[in-house]
């Protein structure tokens, strides 16, 4: 019987052997769910066989899992998220284990067919799609599917169903539906397995870091449906509702962030808390307002004087065609939504603006602009026009090129940093290709700090928009916060250390020059402390649980009375009114711990050692925080607190080796080669872990 909050079953599907497979949910539980339950099942069925060497994503015997959390489906705000995981062909230069997740429907109405996931290994011979309504799997012949676009796709698998949505009850055994099935699918960049291919459910709700749509493409599957007619457990229905009920009496829900520019809509359960999809902005119905609606900005140097209402229109359909094709929007922009004036540092390589994102499009263009690519070298433009780079027309033939290897488009695939790459100029990562230490484009990690050494600990861009330490007086880029100025520094700062549990102001302290910064600030151990919380907190809470980032964690509000936010009240009171468990926030911390770990433990079998785990080069030197939002921070001088700009703030190898040492030591793993030591593992219940490294490195 299922647990409530939870579907009971994983879904196992072996495309080589076609072998179908319900796993019980129960075992691994302790994971709580998405990221953390993904972890434990790659561990299990690609890991601990010892079959392969764990290094290429695009191997049958890799596993691409798509599991969600407790959360989801059961109207809870700000959590309607499904984890997608497995190795990363994104990844640069090891594809290491990693993650990604999506909105919409998907996660809620997996488990109203009785599913909290399912995980895929194997090849199929020719292209199919997994089909899933309540109990009964099927896979299906899609070869008519492939070569469809993400919208095409879907259409023709509610063909199928037989379903007119909303206007015919179908009946499924003793139950009734007026639903069509909810779908995960790829378009063309996933089919010709682009290292930037993204999953697409509905309009728009990508998974898209990660490059998991080539991993789809790998296996031969096009798509993956769920219908379902059950519900789902609620240990306490009426205990949930209180809790809502005290959720929006201290913390009203407010305008959604794109009030006053047009129509939005949200993921399920979100209602007008979020409302991300934006559909003004976008010449489709139901895509994501992030990177996907910015795909074809351009710098005002590539820009040639093409007017606002110009880029708008164009970009508008630029985020139709990402979406159709499934292709990662942020990787493969042009710029992302802002740039960064470079005027106080002429030296700087990157100029007169440094774009939000330095990604595929406008590395494209430096390398075009710079001769290194183009006519009379190695790497024609074909079928690219770069004469009509500014327009409508250049922007389709770059996707379509990309999407279907074309041409330039072959080498567009594989990504900012395997291009970069196979054109020799990897020292671009210390300049030009501002890139994270796997391959993934900076995304606004400086001036957070605890961002980027998230980054530097995972295999991926944490994307954590989630604790904004700036001046709330202050606000965005200096921007305003809406007058709430009555929080001195050293106020907001006892705040949030007491709403961490851990009480300690120092975890805020942005101190980054002199001695302070070793002994409190960002290469102290205060700041280690804080970043092993965050990855735990994250670890769980979010990509296993199923919570938004936009939505947790939120330590402070400034319109609270005591400046509180919901965290840490309000995890555990979800959660414990959903599960019937009584659990504290501080065992979702062990929980995400425990995951953490194990994933650490994968890191290791790949190749992951401390010497590995340094920043790129543009971090060490002034402007390392030029794409950095919210740039007045929280800085102690010893005696006092008072917020300072920190938008110069940069690193020293020295600070960072130094507060490596303190984070190892926190988590528990060995100063000298970062592998988990056994006893961490072994009290984290993980002891078959710790016996596989042992075989393997003797420090463990």
Known sequence: MAAPGFGGKLLLVNLTSKQVTALDTEKYEQFGGGHGMAT???????????????????????????????????GVPWAARTSVSGLSPQCYPIQWFGHSNFGGMFGA????????????????????????????????????????????????????????????????????????????????????MTRVASLVHGGGSGAGQGGFGGVFGSKNLKAIAFLGTKGIKIADPKGLQDVRDWYYKNWPAGAPPFAGQGVSSACIGCGQVRKCHNRDRVHGQDSDGC?????????????????????????????????QLGINGMETCFMGPLTFKTDHNPGFPIQPEVPAYTALGWYMKRMYDMGVIGPGTKYDMAPL??????????????????????GIGDLLAEGTARMADKLGRT?????????????????WSMPGVDWAYGNLMDSRDINSHDIDLANPAVGLMGLGGGGNS???????????????????????????????????????????????????????YKESVGFCDWGYTKLFDANHPKGYGYTPEAEPAWLNAITGRKHTFEDGLEMGRRAWNLKR??????????????????????????????NTKPVYDGKNWEWKDCKELYLTEEGVEQWKSYFYEIEGWDKDSGYPKRKTLEDLGLKYAADLLSKKFASV
């Open 40 to 74: 434990a099942l790659f561990w299990d069925y690609c890991v601990a066989p010892g079959e392969w060497d764990l290094q290429d994503a695009f191997h049958p015997n890799n596993m691409v899992a798509i599991i969600t959390g407790p959360v989801s489906g059961t």
């Open 109 to 192: 109405f997996m488990k109203m067919a009785g599913w909290d996931g399912v995980a895929v290994i194997g090849r199929a011979e020719s292209p199919v799609y997994i089909n899933v309504v309540d109990d009964r799997v099927t896979i299906e012949d899609a070869k008519e599917l492939w070569g469809l676009t993400t919208w095409e796709c879907q259409e023709e698998i509610w063909k199928r169903s037989g379903i007119r949505y909303g206007k015919e009850w179908q009946e499924i055994e003793d139950r009734y539906t007026l639903q069509r099935p909810a779908i995960v699918t790829i378009g063309p960049a996933g089919e010709n």
């Open 291 to 323: 990177a996907e609606a910015g795909w074809f900005y351009l710098t005002p140097q590539d820009a040639n004087g093409m007017s606002d209402a110009e880029k708008f229109r164009i970009n508008a359909k630029g985020t139709d065609i990402v979406q």
């Open 385 to 406: 026009n770069m004469k009509k780079f500014a327009t409508q027309e250049f922007m389709e033939i770059y996707g379509i090129a990309l999407a279907n290897r074309y």
């Open 427 to 443: 020292d671009d990562f210390n300049t030009l290709a501002r890139l994270t230490n796997w391959g993934y484009v900076d995304h």
């Open 486 to 540: 009555k929080w001195s520094c050293e106020e907001f700062v006892k705040i949030h250390a007491e709403r961490t549990t851990r009480n300690n102001p120092y975890w805020f302290d942005f101190s980054w020059e002199g001695k302070q910064a070793h002994k409190t600030g960002v290469f102290s151990r205060h700041k280690a402390e804080f970043v092993a919380w965050r990855m735990h907190y994250w670890t769980y």
């Open 601 to 630: 433990a994968i890191f290791a079998l790949q190749g992951r050692h401390r010497k590995m785990e340094k920043f790129n080069g543009y971090m060490y030197r002034p402007g390392a925080s030029y794409c950095g939002f919210y």
